[in-house]
């Protein structure tokens, strides 16, 4: 998990301005979360990923328990990727013809 320092007038890296507050990214991850569910895919998933790695950005940690779910959404999300990327290079193995 990256942790970036935060400036008065500047945001760490993970922040997204279009999400301002922990509430708005986590409706974000609800919203995604239910398409993965009706359509379970790489993209969808990588979306989600990347929606769970933005709420661990110290502007987000508005309250322990907020930290608590990013870390732990981080490590689900993460789990998820892995086994897509899994499946992904048993049904397609490496071949140096298709590199």
Same mark, same amino acid.
């Given at each position: 998990?990256?942790i970036?320092?935060?400036?008065? !007038?500047?945001?760490s890296?993970?922040? !997204?301005?279009?999400?301002?507050?922990?509430?708005?990214?986590?409706?974000?991850?609800?919203?995604?979360?239910?398409?993965?569910?009706?359509?379970?895919?790489?993209?969808?998933a990588?979306?989600?990923?990347?929606?769970?790695?933005?709420?661990?950005?110290p *502007?987000?940690?508005?309250?322990?328990?907020?930290? *608590?779910?990013?870390?732990?959404?981080?490590?689900?999300? !993460?789990?998820?990727?892995?086994?897509?990327?899994?499946? *992904?290079?048993?049904?397609?193995?490496?071949?140096?013809?298709?590199?």
């Open positions: 998990m990256q970036q320092a935060v400036n008065a !007038d500047k945001h890296v993970l922040f !997204d301005p279009e999400l301002p507050t922990a509430k708005e990214v986590m409706a974000a991850m609800c919203c995604v979360a239910t398409q993965y569910a009706l359509n379970p895919t790489l993209e969808i990588k979306s989600a990923s990347s929606l769970a790695h933005k709420l661990t950005a *502007e987000y940690a508005e309250t322990k328990l907020i930290v *608590e779910i990013a870390k732990r959404m981080v490590f689900q999300w !993460d789990e998820v990727l892995r086994e897509h990327l899994y499946i *992904e290079t048993q049904l397609m193995p490496a071949s140096n013809t298709l590199q």
